[in-house]
């Protein structure tokens, strides 16, 4: 199947999860991940009526996005990777959201870039369930001192918690637990799940699902 029909087909998929958790289709947004795809994969979806899409890194978005903007100029493009503050100018200049804000310096370096380009960005707060030493986001026992940092003092436009659940547990658990520490701060948009698992995801109040492989396919093997 090309683009077009993956998309639809995940889109039914997701339908069909909301039904079964009697949740209205239109509270779910679907990104795209279209990291290491080219503008010649991601077209077909836009064509096809899709707008909003994620990207891992920076640089390669800037590659790819800014011409793609112009020509579609209602494209909501979100950063889903780690982001470093020295790449912090060019994430705000570039991105409509950042999902990965999980550390003071960066939510602080954010806030002074947003103010500096007077430029409207939502974010997520990731939070790092699995409290695993390889991954980012901040630990849920220091999420509520995070989330008020961000939301008062930092006047972020805090539109949620996101979470990406560690590969060998079982993740509708992680979840859960998201959506208990954003029910416990008043924060109602959850961005979780993936290609593997939103469907569960959707099941525990998912408002946002990354979802790449099942729509682009494989990821194309990097050449030397």
Request: with cysteine; hydrophobic share 40%; net charge negative.
């Amino acid at each position: 199947m090309g683009i077009a029909e993956n998309l639809g087909t995940v889109k039914q998929l997701i339908s069909d999860a909301a039904d079964e958790a009697k949740r209205n289709i239109n509270d779910i947004e679907v990104v795209a991940v279209s990291k290491v795809h080219t503008v010649e994969t991601i077209r077909p979806a836009l064509e096809a009526g899709h707008r909003v899409f994620g990207e891992n890194r920076v640089q390669e978005a800037q590659g790819k996005w800014p011409e793609l903007k112009t020509e579609f100029p209602d494209i909501s493009l979100h950063l889903i990777g780690n982001l470093q503050t020295n790449k912090v100018k060019d994430a705000v200049e570039l991105f409509d959201v950042i999902e990965t804000v999980d550390r003071p310096k960066l939510a602080r370096a954010i806030a002074k870039e947003i103010e500096k380009q007077g430029k409207a960005i939502g974010v997520y707060l990731q939070i790092n369930t699995g409290e695993e030493e390889q991954k980012g986001g901040c630990l849920p026992a220091d999420a509520a001192e995070f989330i008020d940092l961000c939301v008062n003092e930092l006047k972020l436009s805090v539109l949620g918690l996101m979470c990406i659940p560690p590969a060998d547990e079982e993740p509708s658990i992680h979840f859960a637990f998201l959506r208990e520490i954003a029910k416990r701060h008043g924060l109602e948009k959850l961005s979780m799940g993936m290609s593997g698992d939103y469907e569960t995801a959707i099941r525990f109040g998912a408002t946002s699902v990354r979802v790449g492989t099942a729509i682009f396919g494989s990821r194309p093997k990097k050449t030397a």
